[in-house]
């Protein structure tokens, strides 16, 4: 009886187990959600998050105010959930009318189910709005030579940070190429201080070496290549000595201790480089704002160094070029109501990165993709740094998206499986490349 | 392993058949629980066994696409991996369960002050969500920031999380921390039901406290220990929540067991056809374990007092 119980209750467990894999059904029966508004208004789904959030809020708010006949309600997710959940809306017909976004594979993803507006016409008829963007930040918004998403909020390139107190300490100076980089690694080494910070168990960390790695060695060819689906574009010497050099630096011991036990999530990464545990580290604009305000005196006193990535010995990247995120995105949903898609218009032509919201951005240490920002930036306490990343995101000769947000989320999951593998020297960069070129175009 | 759905009135949809007359007008007090049971188990069984023919990236259209799914990952060296991964947490973890459930669940089933005060501190972790263990035991296994760091001991300053080997202890051991608390209580009500009478004629024979529990304690127990061991075994072929949380299956695909195998397919890479394969897989797998340890433990029929 006992046992007649237990069979039957694991069946109705893995019946729960197999409900999860079916939760996409489930969900789409389920309530009509935050994504449905009333007519005359339009919905907006955003990253939750401070100090993004109230910012994003603030320009709902002031576009309600002006507008009273035609609001937006606003609805915020937390990231991870985020990326599940809007597919699972879009998919079951419950999407809001603006989708925030990250452009990129994850767009033609909807582009490709019908689910987002075409908005190129939109665009040619009224060119001051776009006229006022980088035009660098609508490379991922163009699918097939179609505008599917408006650029909005931050540009974020990724930085090469430095620890100026332990550079002092050791007596060495910030790296011009990646022979300096590897002569740096054994001095900080003896000095007991890790030469590199990396949060490797978050993957799209390690990520981003590679992505310097290829454009310096090949150029932005290199990963152009597997973008376009061209067949064994991994295999490519240039890509095949990107991901050696990065195993070389990984067995150098280059990466701080335990690199692949951190999560980039809990900011440790960062904090190892603020506490002068680590000497330099590779990451995102957007955590200048966080050491900042947690690093103490770190940042305001000055300790913190910056520079993009040095090139490398006989590459054929241009120093210059940068990768990152050159925007994030707004899509309308294709299923809204015709009134509904023309509040979204009117939103983006003017509540958008309006003169209030792109302060508020500067104050946080992000530079809004707006034209002529720069003039704004100089008055800031933090001029130096959004300078350096206005001049880098707007000299950049390419500024490349982010990997796992240009291809197409099959292909990212296999990328990112990879790059952790080969960061833990599991397999060899050859095997690297037959396994990436498996998935190209997929 | 927390989770256990009701099934008692479910058991009886096959009873009235072959047992004596009597239980058939109450054969109607099933419904609510068949109800539920097809609705939310045996139809998105079904739904998935049909998604594991088709291609389908979740958004969408579906697409029927024959064996594709299956062939794709019957053919992937991820899944014989990610069995193999399941079955060493999955035997592991019962391993370092069983035996030390055992050993609190003897010593709680006395009933000395201290020791029922001791049960109730033995029984928090059963009271934290999965998630939030795993956040913290990620927060003290940091290497550079964590327990070891702090307290400055080298032994602890492990790469916890970033070793393969390591890291699947780490998940073993948080698992099991997790859930001795509660086979530990199966254990003590268990021995609790062992009839005094047994202990009094043992010692009248001689017989010491170890021999008592190995001869007496250990086989009065047998039922209990499948029970426990059923479950820990279900509960680690479905072990998700944890793992997610503490490794995401790293480093690399070190810890990547069955059901997170499923969801990284499903909800990461979009991929529902093979999602809804290893699904499948999972619940065959599943079947197939619980059946043999219905089998282990024999007809049930005999006696358990017998000498007594």
């Known amino acids: 009886m006992e046992f007649g119980q237990l069979s039957l209750s694991r069946r109705n467990f893995l019946g729960l187990s197999a409900a999860t894999a079916g939760a996409l059904a489930l969900s789409a029966c389920g309530s009509s959600g935050p994504g449905q508004a009333k007519s005359g208004e339009a919905s907006y789904w955003f990253l939750s998050g401070q100090p993004q959030e109230d910012i994003r809020q603030g320009a709902v708010d002031a576009f309600n105010k002006k507008n009273p006949d035609g609001t937006i309600k606003a609805t915020t997710f937390q990231n991870d959930a985020y990326k599940t959940k809007i597919k699972t809306a879009l998919g079951a017909g419950q999407g809001p009318t603006i989708i925030w976004g990250w452009g990129g594979g994850g767009l033609k993803s909807w582009v490709d189910a019908n689910q987002v507006e075409d908005l190129t016409s939109w665009f040619g008829s009224n060119a001051d709005v776009k006229n006022r963007l980088f035009p660098s930040s609508f490379g991922p918004a163009i699918i097939d030579g179609k505008i599917y998403a408006m650029p909005a909020e931050t540009v974020q390139p990724i930085v090469l940070y430095y620890n100026k107190r332990v550079f002092d300490k050791v007596g060495a100076k910030p790296p011009q190429s990646w022979g300096d980089i590897m002569a740096l690694v054994p001095k900080f080494n003896a000095a007991g201080v890790a030469p590199f910070s990396l949060a490797g168990q978050s993957r799209w960390t390690n990520m981003m070496w590679l992505e310097f790695a290829f454009d310096r060695v090949g150029g932005p060819e290199v990963f152009q290549a597997v973008f376009d689906g061209e067949p064994n574009a991994w295999s490519n010497p240039a890509s095949i000595q990107g991901l050696t050099m990065v195993q070389d630096l990984v067995k150098a011991g280059g990466f701080v201790k335990g690199f692949a036990s951190i999560v980039a999530d809990q900011n440790a990464d960062q904090a190892l480089l603020y506490t002068d545990k680590a000497a330099m580290m590779l990451h995102g604009s957007w955590t200048y704002a966080s050491m900042k305000t947690d690093g103490g005196d770190f940042v305001t006193g000055g300790h913190l160094g910056w520079m993009n990535f040095p090139p490398v010995e006989g590459g054929k990247g241009d120093p210059s070029d940068t990768v990152g995120n050159p925007g994030q995105y707004l899509s309308i949903n294709a299923s809204a109501s015709t009134e509904q898609k023309d509040i979204a218009k009117k939103f983006f032509s003017e509540g958008v990165l309006q003169d209030a919201e792109v302060k508020q951005w500067i104050d946080t240490g992000g530079v809004p993709i707006v034209n002529g920002a720069d003039k704004e930036l100089a008055s800031s306490d933090d001029a130096e740094f959004l300078g350096f990343v206005y001049d880098t995101a707007s000299k950049a000769k390419v500024f490349a998206q982010s990997w796992d947000q240009a291809l197409s989320p099959t292909a990212a999951e296999t990328l990112l499986d990879n790059i952790a593998k080969l960061f833990q020297l599991s397999i060899t960069p050859q095997q690297f490349a037959d396994s990436m070129n498996a998935v190209i175009g997929k | ?308």
């Open chain 2, 1 to 308: 392993m927390t989770v256990i759905v009701p099934p008692a009135p479910a058991v009886q949809t096959t009873r009235p058949a072959s047992s004596a007359g009597g239980h058939g007008p109450v054969g109607w007090m099933v419904l609510p629980a068949l109800v539920v049971f097809v609705a939310f188990g045996a139809v998105p069984l079904l739904g998935v066994l049909g998604l594991s023919f088709t291609t389908w990236d979740g958004l969408g259209v579906i697409h029927p696409s024959g064996l594709t799914s299956w062939r794709a990952v019957l053919t992937d060296p991820g899944l014989p991996h990610a069995m193999w991964v399941t079955f060493k947490i999955m035997a592991l973890s019962w391993l370092f369960q069983t035996p030390m459930s055992i050993l609190i669940g003897v010593f709680l089933a006395g009933h000395q002050r201290y020791r029922e005060f001791l049960a109730i501190l033995y029984f928090i972790p059963l009271l934290l969500s999965a998630a939030a263990i795993a956040i913290t035991y990620k927060a003290l296994l940091d290497p550079n920031f964590g327990l070891g760091a702090g307290l400055g001991i080298p032994l602890l300053q492990q790469d916890w999380l970033g070793d393969s080997t390591l890291a699947l202890g780490v998940v073993v051991f948080v698992v099991s921390w997790q859930f001795i608390p509660f086979h530990s209580l199966i254990y003590q009500g268990a021995v609790r039901q062992i009839p005094r009478s047994m202990y009094e004629a043992a010692a009248l024979d001689g017989a010491g406290r170890v021999r008592q529990f190995f001869s007496i304690t250990l086989p009065q127990l047998k039922y209990t220990i499948i029970t426990s061991s059923t479950l820990m075994v279900v509960g680690s072929l479905t072990f998700f929540d944890l793992i997610f949380v503490l490794t995401e299956g790293g480093p690399g695909d070190a810890t990547r067991s069955l059901a997170l195998e499923m969801y990284k397919t499903g909800f990461q890479a979009n991929l529902m056809g093979p999602a809804s394969a290893i699904a499948v897989i999972l619940v065959v797998v599943g079947l197939i374990v619980a059946l043999l340890l219905r089998r282990l433990g024999g007809r049930g029929d005999e006696s358990q007092l017998e000498g007594a």
